[in-house]
């Protein structure tokens, strides 16, 4: 019956109408089974009747006008509301390009790191290759440059072995006693002297190995920094991806509170277990509208299982911290 009134709101008028005129009549104590007395005045008659037909018309045409303001009103109320919707998806598409566009420029400065992290490895490598080299052929001239003095002392000494027994041909056999003496002070010199050859050689050496030992050391720190650095970049970088990708999908899970103002934003703190299922939520900087936090908490909740990264890298979300701002 509601239904069929609000279908035909004029004739339910009509009709209401109807029912007052009979009821009216009623009232005023007239008589149907009488036969109906004339009037005294025709003119009056006549005039109360135009009256009465003049409010039903009016009456009609406040209706018909009411329903016209109704109508139009649904009318601009239904394109206010697909203009509204119109502009969501336009802002929905933006976004959705601007992240592509992000996506994007974090692929190109990927690629920009690797490319540098290859050629400075390059390097690095080119440079330890040249020093290896360059310790090799200083080995070299050092080993050259002793087998020369050596073949110098030799040459010496085989020239002086030469006059020696020149003298000691020439000099009596009083002086050979004298001339053995001086040549076995000469021997024990000699020995003494390549003793001390040979411990400074050795010395050399075992500072060498020392210096190449420590260079090898440091080599290994710094590749070690290196690449301690880079995963720590790289975590960085992966736990960046996943709050944007967790604060999306809160986004699209909140509902929008009655009375709800732009610019409103909160923080949260949020703890996980393994495979994103939320534990625990809640509000540790507050936005000022108690409905907006409650519905950013809901929205977590809803949001359940969050995305979260798998391995070592997930211990940096068990509890994390992240700020709910749906105008973004």
Request: hydrophobic content about 40%; some cysteine.
């Amino acid at each position: 019956m509601l239904q069929i009134l609000k279908r035909n709101p004029l004739a339910a008028v009509i009709a209401l109408l109807m029912h007052l005129a009979i009821l009216l009549f009623m009232v005023v104590g007239v008589d149907w089974l009488e036969k109906p007395v004339q009037p005294p005045s025709t003119v009056q008659v006549v005039q109360a009747r135009v009256i009465d037909e003049t409010k039903v018309r009016e009456q009609v045409q406040r209706l018909q006008q009411d329903e016209a303001r109704q109508a139009e009103t649904k009318r601009a109320a239904r394109e206010q509301e697909e203009q509204r919707l119109a502009e969501l998806k336009r802002q929905q598409a933006q976004e959705r390009q601007r992240l592509a566009e992000l996506e994007k420029q974090r692929q190109a400065e990927d690629r920009k790191r690797e490319v540098a992290k290859k050629q400075r490895l390059e390097e690095e490598q080119r440079k330890k290759t040249a020093e290896q080299q360059r310790l090799q052929a200083e080995k070299e001239h050092k080993a050259a440059e002793l087998k020369r003095q050596a073949e110098t002392q030799a040459r010496k000494e085989a020239e002086a072995k030469r006059v020696a027994e020149q003298k000691k041909r020439q000099e009596a056999e009083a002086k050979k006693a004298a001339e053995e003496k001086r040549r076995q002070a000469e021997e024990a010199k000699r020995q003494a002297e390549a003793e001390k050859q040979r411990k400074a050689e050795e010395a050399r050496l075992k500072a060498e190995a020392d210096k190449k030992r420590q260079a090898e050391a440091a080599q290994k720190a710094r590749e070690t920094e290196l690449l301690a650095a880079m995963e720590a970049e790289h975590n960085a970088r992966e736990r960046d991806r996943y709050i944007i990708q967790i604060s999306q999908k809160v986004v699209r899970a909140w509902l929008r509170p009655a009375g709800f103002s732009a610019g409103l934003k909160c923080t949260l703190r949020v703890r996980l277990a393994p495979g994103g299922s939320v534990l625990a939520v809640s509000v540790i900087r507050g936005s000022g509208n108690g409905a907006f936090d409650r519905s950013a908490e809901a929205a977590v909740l809803k949001a359940d299982p969050l995305p979260v990264p798998t391995g070592t890298l997930f211990e940096q979300f068990r509890d994390i911290n992240f700020e709910f701002d749906p105008n973004k």
